[in-house]
């Protein structure tokens, strides 16, 4: 049986509608490749710089019933982002974490678009002033990168340190910043 692209649109406009899903994804185009992104009715749950495994990913997380739909506030604070429109995000999140890395992220998200810190400068923020490796596995841990900005911290010698969408990514997102030159 073929389902015409009306139908399809149709049921996943239902299904959102009658609170049938509990987390929607897409995948966007960016700059920097493809970007996995995924929601609940909560807010921003994922940015994956790799989208396979992804689904699997949110239905243990999130639950089973996981739909891909658009999720055009995304799309466009993203797009506005690598515009050079955006330099805060005003989109609510969904973070399910653990206590110490809410507060790790939460204390990252206040280092501004275009500066950079460390690692144990941040754990130093969150009142563990020896717990740079641990800020460093949150941060390789990050649910939503470049809303969360992970690629603003770097190691204590201003060295670029691991990134989920690998270091030259974390290089072209520092440069688009204006925190590191070419």
Known sequence: ????PDLDARFREAALREGLVDVRFDVLDSPIGDLFVAA?????CRISFWPEGMEDSLAL????RVLRAPLDDVRRELAEYFDGERREFDLPLDLRVAPFPAEVLAELARVPYGRTDTYGALAAKVGRPKAARAVGTVMNRNPIPIVLPCHRILGANGSLTGYAGGLDVKLRLLQH??????
């Open 1 to 4: 049986m073929n389902v015409t």
């Open 40 to 44: 609940t009715e909560r807010g921003l």
């Open 61 to 64: 997380t999130f639950g089973p």
């Open 177 to 182: 910043e204006g925190a590191m030159l070419a």
